[in-house]
């Protein structure tokens, strides 16, 4: 067993799919990519970042995810976290508590997470990642579950979040970088997705 990281990041995406909140903003594949990504912080990531924080009038100080240099939103999950915020004002949950365990949407992320590997909310344990947000502890196997599932197709909002990725590599990690280039270099048949302490997640998307 092990945390998945940054690896549960497609799956933590979900909320921001099915509340509606991503279809809200403009090219929003680029959104849900980067929601899903560890980015680099370039201005490409950090405009997509506060272009979501936009659209919802949220702002910045409410980032809890770690400063790096001179905001927030260079921080690699900058996307995941402004996914989260984005979700919780379309569905007028709390803000200010938006990565503890115990609110409303990271209840919705262990539910989802439950429901996809068909195992128990008790079995569901998590910890604060790096960056603030709760992480899951899963079996190698569940994390090979999950990615399969991603690639299916049979779930419409993870079809859509893989689309996403697939077709926003830049987002997902940057150029030069292993998860980029593994979906650059597969013409967007391979969805790669790194977490912290060597967790790698890879699946070949059904056509």
């Known amino acids: 067993k092990s945390f998945i990281r940054s690896a549960l990041k497609p799956f ?11 279809s809200i903003i403009n090219d929003s594949s680029k959104s849900i990519a980067l929601s899903c990504g560890s980015h680099s912080g370039s201005k490409l990531h950090t405009r997509e970042a506060f272009k979501i924080l936009w659209e919802y009038d949220i702002d910045i ?3 809890k995810c770690p400063k ?3 905001s927030p939103l260079e921080h690699n999950c900058s996307g995941k976290h402004v996914a989260f915020l ?7 949950w709390p803000i200010e508590s938006y990565l503890k365990g115990d609110h409303p949407l990271q209840l919705e992320i262990f539910r989802i997470i439950s429901e996809l590997l068909d195992i128990p909310d008790a079995n569901i344990h ?4 790096d960056c603030g947000a709760p992480t899951i502890y899963m079996k190698l196997l569940e994390m090979a579950k999950l990615y399969s599932i991603l690639s299916s197709s049979d ?6 979040i893989s689309r996403a990725m697939t077709t926003n590599p830049i987002m997902i ?25 060597g967790i790698q997640c890879l699946c070949k998307v059904n056509e």
């Open 61 to 63: 100080e409410n980032l």
């Open 86 to 92: 984005a979700t919780c004002k379309k569905l007028n």
């Open 126 to 129: 998590a910890e604060r990642d």
């Open 155 to 160: 779930n419409a909002e993870l079809e859509q």
């Open 12 to 22: 933590q995406a979900i909320p921001f799919v099915s509340s509606g909140a991503a």
């Open 173 to 197: 990690s940057d150029n030069d970088r292993f998860d980029t280039e593994i979906i650059k270099a597969s013409h967007g048949q391979v969805i790669s997705k790194g977490g912290a302490e």
């Open 68 to 70: 790096k240099k001179t």
